[in-house]
C-alpha cells in the first residue's frame, strides 16, 4: 500500500518558538494532503486542506497565521506551528489523496508536539 | 453540513465473539464515501474498510464487514472472531465527494477485547 511519512514523530519546544512538522507520500504523488489535530482521547479535526501549488484551505476556527502551511510539491506538504503555546500540543496527523484513485486516503504516523 | 454520530464510546468483548460498532451519518450529498479506521495505541490510523454510497453489496475485507442500510444512515462495522490485537479505537468517517474529497471522522468508540 502507499505510505505517507511524517517528520518528526515527536518534537518538544519550549513557548513562543516555530516548529515544523513534514508530510511524504512516498510513492505516490498528491495533489491535495490534509492536516488533522487530535487532542488526548478524542477525535481527529481536521484543520485545513492543502492544496500543492496553491493556498491551503482552513476550517472554521483555525488560525492560519498560526498554523502556516505550505505545499510545494506534490509529495510533500508542511505544518509551521508558529509562536507556539503549551495549549497547542497536540498530535498532529496528516494524510493524503492517492492522485490515481479518489477512494484512497493514507495517514502519516502522526507528530506529537509538547510545548513547555 | 455532514456530519459522524457514533454513540459508543467504549465497548468490551470476549475474544472470539463477533462485535458490532455503530456510526450514523448525515450528509446531503448523494455521492460521499464511508470509512472505518483502527487507532491502537501507537497513534497509526488503519484503514480497515471502505463503502460507496453507491454501492450496492456491503464491503467486506477479511473478518470487517460493513452494515450499510442507506436509508437510515447507518454504516455499522462488524468484526467477527475478534482477538486481543483488535482492542484500539475504531473512527467512522465520511467523505462527501463535493466537500473538496476531505474526510471528517465520528468521535471513536474504545473496543477493548478480553481473553
Known amino acids: 500500500g502507499a505510505v505517507v511519512s511524517q517528520h518528526p514523530s515527536w518534537v518538544i519546544c519550549k513557548s513562543g518558538t516555530s516548529v515544523k512538522i513534514e508530510c511524504r507520500s512516498l510513492d505516490f504523488q498528491a495533489t491535495t494532503m490534509f492536516w488533522y489535530r487530535q487532542f488526548p482521547k478524542q477525535s481527529l479535526m481536521l484543520m485545513a486542506t492543502s492544496n500543492e501549488g496553491s493556498k491551503a484551505t482552513y476550517e472554521q476556527g483555525v488560525e492560519k497565521d498560526k498554523f502556516l502551511i505550505n505545499h510545494a510539491s506534490l509529495t510533500l506538504s508542511t505544518l509551521t506551528v508558529t509562536s507556539a503555546h503549551p495549549e497547542d500540543s497536540s498530535f498532529y496527523i496528516c494524510?493524503?489523496?492517492?492522485?490515481?484513485?479518489?477512494?484512497?486516503?493514507?495517514f502519516g504516523p502522526g507528530t506529537r508536539l509538547t510545548v513547555t | 453540513a455532514q456530519k459522524i454520530t457514533q454513540t459508543q464510546p467504549g465497548m468490551f468483548v470476549q475474544e472470539k465473539e463477533a462485535v458490532t460498532l455503530d456510526c450514523t451519518y448525515d450528509?446531503?450529498?448523494?455521492?460521499?464515501?464511508l470509512f472505518w479506521y483502527k487507532q491502537p495505541s501507537s497513534g497509526e490510523m488503519i484503514f480497515l474498510i471502505y463503502?460507496?454510497?453507491?454501492?450496492?453489496q456491503n464491503a467486506t475485507e477479511g473478518r470487517y464487514s460493513l452494515n450499510f442500510q442507506k436509508a437510515r444512515k447507518s454504516a455499522n462495522l462488524v468484526i467477527s472472531a475478534s482477538q486481543l490485537g483488535d482492542s484500539a479505537m475504531y473512527f467512522c468517517a465520511m467523505r462527501a465527494y463535493s466537500s473538496a474529497s476531505k474526510i471528517i471522522f465520528g468521535s471513536g468508540t474504545r473496543l477493548s477485547i478480553r481473553p
Open positions: 450528509t446531503s450529498d448523494q455521492s460521499y464515501g
Open positions: 463503502q460507496g454510497s453507491y454501492d450496492e
Open positions: 494524510s493524503a489523496n492517492d492522485d490515481r484513485s479518489s477512494n484512497e486516503q493514507y
